[in-house]
């Protein structure tokens, strides 16, 4: 068995302790799937936005819009407000101060594991 270098190792350690956070396994469960994480990512840089808007930017379909957002708002990441223009109903997404929180911690492990994948 050949042993890893110093820096070899000190990359395992970074994998391995993000890896093993428990917390941070579940939390990348609910957010990492990709219309999940788009709606994240879109929700983190406008204060809201409707499903219609959600739905063009993500280029995905109405009920997968919808499982995944209702997947968000059970674990109170999206807050939602469902109102009627013109009798048309129009359903509003914005993330909320835990979600905020979710996808900080989500956005630092990723960060941590990319730099000890790339060792810097």
Do not use: C, W
Not at 16 to 35: N, V
Not at 63 to 84: D, M, P, W
Not at 101 to 116: D, G, P, Q, T, V
Request: net charge positive.
């Amino acid at each position: 068995m050949i042993e890893p270098t110093p820096l070899q190792q000190e990359r395992l350690q970074g994998i391995a302790g993000y890896l093993a956070d428990d917390a941070a396994a579940e939390f990348d469960r609910l957010i990492y799937e990709r219309i999940r994480l788009g709606i994240m990512s879109a929700l983190m840089v406008n204060a809201s936005l409707s499903f219609g808007a959600l739905k063009e930017l993500l280029k995905t379909s109405d009920g997968n819009l919808s499982t995944h957002a209702r997947k968000l708002e059970e674990a109170k990441y999206i807050g939602v407000k469902k109102t009627f223009e013109n009798r048309v109903p129009k359903t509003v997404y914005r993330l909320t101060e835990k979600g905020r929180r979710a996808f900080e911690r989500y956005l630092n492990h990723m960060e941590a594991l990319i730099k000890a994948s790339r060792g810097n």
